[in-house]
């Protein structure tokens, strides 16, 4: 079974950004608001980017040390999308 | 005894280990240590196309169904392919290696080769051992923690690739004149690289029957009895840790290949479907800057019949529609069937001669809305804009991971 579940929302998020960090943790995720709930990120599993069209968008594969969450920063709208999660027990 | 290449082994062969379902496990720490795999579209049917090693552990293989693998193990999962993650794991694979070596060549996504002769001075007195278990330090810091690569060494790219196939996963080997018989001691034919059923049962005939009595069989022999070709000669070198395959391989033909989703033999059904795999084929070939004079079209039929027909023609083309005309030229031409495989493929190519001018109005007019339909499809994204034949075609065949060659792979993150 796919236990991905589709959200596609816009969500606020607070990242950080290391000044002296290894090129994948520049930018993580700290924590987002989606809903009433307040989640804080432990891990950050992968960044890549990508493209919508000539769009850059960062992808963000982060968990909170339970469910793991895709994160996609809009570099061009400056908007954080939250797009998907897979829920740990699954 | 055997002749065996006694240089120093400068190869080194990095190959990521299930990669596709390595790099998702890596994405969600919640797979990880868990039975998983990947595949291009789930539906009931869909393949497996990556394992994790948990999930091979149990027994499900690469190409296995979902039905089957969730018979083995009820709690399976499979996710969706996501080229752009495996490109970014790619890239910076590539970053890594070329710190190392300018020489360096990507066999396909998830391996690569290092060459290192002639960089023997910046080695600094390290052996390559101790570079790959640098590589694979920095793949997991500059990568992420879960990702693990095989290394192999040998002296010539077999030997690279066979080393880092000895102790799967995480493994690191080298294999030289001092260890080269004691490995093909315990292979079979099809354990090595390049050697499948086929070629195995040919070499069954002639007595050949594991990798020693392949390292032992004489060079006429393979090269006139068994392989009947010069392959013969290239095997017995290969297999004596001589280099046989570094070279350029030309571009020869671009193409697209399809598994009909629902075997039909239905024009309605099939032609949208061909004009989508001639557009694929037409933005290979402007990719490529190439123009080619030959169309090729097969066709295998569900019960089992192959047809096939090709055809060259005095001018170049390189345009979608021209390319869909005459496919459609011969398409039309094949036997009454229900299709389960089409493909189409382009040969004889040359360099694009799209930034000549033209005499002709009607070539310049053609040229430049090809142009624009491509910069469009380069701005927004590829199929924004494309032939009405195409419509239902584009709803129907799903574009795929290319497996082999990674010639195609920015083309097909455009679609993203």
Redesign the interface.
């Known amino acids: 079974m796919d236990p991905t579940i589709q959200i596609n929302e816009i969500v606020d998020v607070v990242p950080i950004f290391r000044g002296r960090a290894s090129e994948i943790n520049v930018c993580t995720p700290w924590k987002m608001k989606y809903g009433i709930h307040e989640v804080v990120f432990t891990k950050l599993g992968m960044r890549h980017p990508t493209a919508k069209g000539k769009r850059m968008i960062h992808v963000f594969d982060v968990s909170d040390g339970i469910n793991d969450y895709r994160l996609e920063f809009d570099a061009e709208r400056l908007i954080w999308t939250l797009v998907s999660m897979v829920e740990g027990n699954s | 005894m055997y002749g065996i290449n006694k240089e120093e082994a400068l190869i080194m062969h990095i190959d990521l280990n299930s990669a596709f379902a390595t790099?998702e496990q890596?994405?969600?720490?919640?797979?990880r240590g868990k039975p998983m795999g990947v595949t291009n579209r789930?539906s009931k049917e869909c393949c497996v196309i990556a394992a994790s090693y948990e999930a091979k552990a149990l027994g499900i293989k690469v190409g296995m169904r979902r039905t089957e693998a969730?018979a083995i193990c009820p709690t399976?999962?499979?996710?969706?392919t996501d080229p752009?993650?495996y490109?970014?794991?790619y890239q910076k694979l590539i970053k890594i290696m070329l710190t190392y070596s300018d020489k360096i060549k990507m066999k396909s996504i998830d391996e690569g080769i290092i060459d290192f002769h002639g960089m023997e001075h910046i080695l600094n007195g390290r052996t390559l051992e101790d570079i790959g278990y640098e590589i694979k330090q920095r793949v997991k810091?500059?990568?992420?923690d879960w990702m693990k690569i095989n290394v192999g060494i040998g002296t010539n790219r077999f030997l690279a690739k066979e080393a880092a196939g000895w102790h799967k996963p995480d493994g690191l080997d080298k294999i030289d004149h001092t260890n080269l018989i004691k490995y093909y001691k315990d292979r079979e034919l099809t354990d090595l690289s390049g050697i499948a059923e086929r070629y195995g049962a040919r070499l069954n005939a002639y007595g050949i029957m594991n990798a020693m009595d392949f390292l032992k069989a004489p060079e006429y022999m393979l090269k006139k009895q068994v392989f009947k070709s010069i392959n013969g000669t290239y095997w017995y070198q290969r297999l004596r840790g001589f280099e046989m395959d570094d070279h350029e391989t030309s571009l020869g033909m671009v193409g697209r290949q399809w598994v009909v989703k629902d075997p039909s033999d239905k024009d309605e059904y099939l032609l949208p479907c061909l004009s989508f795999l001639c557009e694929t084929t037409g933005m290979k070939l402007r990719y490529r800057e190439v123009e080619a004079r030959g169309v090729a079209v097969w066709v295998s039929y569900q019960n089992g019949e192959y047809w096939h027909q090709r055809r060259m023609h005095k001018s170049t083309f390189y345009t979608n529609q021209e390319i869909y005309r005459r496919a459609l030229e011969l398409f039309n031409k094949r036997p009454h069937g229900i299709v389960r495989t089409m493909g189409i493929y382009t040969y004889m190519l040359t360099p694009s001669q799209v930034s000549q001018l033209s005499m002709f109005d009607d070539i310049t007019k053609v040229r430049n809305i090809t142009k624009a339909v491509d910069e469009i499809n380069?701005?927004?994204?590829t199929f924004?804009v494309y032939a009405g034949t195409s419509l239902e075609g584009k709803k129907i065949i799903k574009q795929k991971i290319p497996f082999g060659g990674t010639e195609y792979f920015d083309l097909l993150?455009?679609t993203?």
């Open positions: 790099a890596q994405a969600h720490p919640s797979l789930i969730m399976f999962v499979l996710l969706e752009p993650k490109n970014a794991v810091t500059e990568i992420g380069d701005f927004y994204g924004t993150l455009k993203a």
